[in-house]
């Protein structure tokens, strides 16, 4: 369970969101602007609000009232960005194992080989992420952020940066994501088809406010954002 | 006539001496400082920057000067370091590299800061995200990817720590065999008559050196980029 309730204002532009959502896959849609990067930028811990809360489950993450922010290292909630941001100093098996380095997680063979598999990524553990195609940088941040083991994983528009020919390469990785790896997503984008494909609730923001709640069936029809 | 004698022999050794540890023991407090102003906003950072940077635009001797006042044996602090720790700095080669390390710092800190702030903040939060506290994303993300400004700084800072000269004989004078560096003897030799031939050897010497440090940064450069790009 995710609940989110928040203000922050940015420049002239300001955020007053709140919902709760125990989806497996929240989807977050909305036109470009609409405030969705700022908003999941809160729940991982990368920016504050200036008012409200944040909890997964039981476990308060921000609550200004009280003072409490926990910072983004020690939430245990994965995000995978648009642009990847894959560490280019290190090779992709490195990046895999990033995030259980630095969580001092017991090194797990098994769940490494499941996530390589899942992404079909086996084949890359060797390459420098400038040696990548865009889509394989996507899979790798995919894999990079699950292993780290997060209660949560966000996703930011993870198809944006890709061409139709891509999206289609990965969409399907998404999908058996959500129906195999057991961790609840956050999935941001403004296509409302990626949106129907994946998402089992959506939130739509505009201009900063959450102006509808419920399953894909509140989505537009045309393919054009909200 | 190419043959060095025991007394350039030594201001070679003592000048490469001076240089390493003042670049040493500069470096880590060079990274610290360049990342501070790289990546923190503070009370007073304007004055930290300009101080940093006053032994580049004060002359070398008032530098000098201003050392001997301060970590002179009856200087506030030299006095202070001599009663309870021991460490005199006065005419001794310790006082050369710290002469040095000032003087050099500048050099050493702008290379490092601007190579932090060159690294894209976006990985540092990516960083976060997957679980690394600050200081952990500062040792796996920003400074292996800052690693070629760091060596270029060091090799900055070591290339005018071998050639400094001003602010080194004012403070710890020009004693051969511990504080006469390469730059102060060959100044010695242009004051001594038929001293020409050994200031031309100590001048050689110097531009080998120079070379070598050149070269060296440029290969350290090429290696980090590579490191840096894959292929």
């Known amino acids: 369970m995710l609940r989110v309730e928040v203000s922050k204002q940015l420049g002239e532009f300001s955020i007053e969101a709140s919902f709760a959502s125990e989806g497996r896959v929240t989807g977050l849609f909305g036109a470009s602007g609409a405030g969705k990067t700022s908003l999941i930028n809160m729940i991982a811990g990368l920016l504050r609000p200036d008012r409200g809360s944040i909890a997964i489950d039981t476990e308060t993450l921000d609550d200004t009232a009280n003072r409490v922010h926990v910072p983004a290292h020690r939430r245990r909630i994965g995000y995978v960005f648009q642009d990847a941001r894959l560490f280019p100093h290190l090779d992709v098996r490195q990046n895999l194992d990033y995030g259980r380095r630095m969580n001092r997680l017991a090194d797990d063979p098994a769940q490494r080989a499941h996530v390589t598999d899942l992404l079909d990524i086996g084949g890359l553990l060797d390459r420098r992420p ?97 | 006539m190419l043959e060095l004698s025991p007394t350039e022999w030594t201001a070679i050794q003592l000048s490469l001496r001076v240089a390493a540890v003042a670049t040493l023991v500069a470096t880590p407090l060079g990274i610290a400082i360049a990342w501070l102003l790289a990546r923190r906003d503070f009370w007073g950072k304007a004055v930290v920057d300009a101080l940093i940077h006053l032994p580049l635009v004060l002359p070398p001797v008032a530098t000098g000067y201003l050392l001997l006042l301060t970590f002179g044996r009856r200087g506030l602090v030299g006095a202070w370091l001599a009663d309870h720790l021991g460490i005199v700095f006065a005419f001794r080669w310790t006082g050369a590299a710290l002469a040095c390390g000032i003087m050099s710092f500048p050099l050493l800190v702008r290379p490092i800061r601007l190579s932090i702030e060159a690294v894209d903040r976006r990985l540092e939060q990516a960083a976060g995200t997957l679980g690394a506290a600050p200081w952990r994303v500062f040792a796996t993300v920003t400074l292996p990817l800052a690693l070629p400004g760091v060596l270029a700084g060091m090799v900055l800072g070591f290339a005018k720590a071998i050639g400094e000269f001003g602010a080194t004989i004012t403070f710890v004078s020009n004693i051969p065999g511990e504080t006469q560096t390469i730059s102060s003897a060959i100044y010695s030799l242009i004051q001594t008559p038929d001293g020409d031939t050994a200031a031309l050897r100590l001048v050689a010497v110097s531009v080998v050196i120079a070379m070598a440090a050149l070269v060296a940064s440029e290969w350290f450069a090429r290696r980090a980029l590579r490191r840096l790009h894959g292929n």
């Open chain 1, 130 to 226: 400038g040696q990548l195609s865009g889509g394989e940088r996507q899979r790798v941040a995919l894999g990079r952020a699950l292993l780290a083991q997060p209660r949560l994983l966000l996703l930011d528009e993870p198809l944006g940066s890709l061409d139709e020919e891509r999206k289609e390469e990965i969409l399907p990785y998404l999908m058996r994501l959500r129906d195999e790896a057991n961790v609840p997503m956050v999935y941001v984008s403004h296509d409302a088809g990626e949106m129907r494909q994946l998402a089992t609730q959506v939130v739509i923001l505009k201009r900063g406010r959450v102006i509808a709640f419920g399953g894909g069936e509140i989505l537009p029809l045309a393919a054009s954002p909200a």
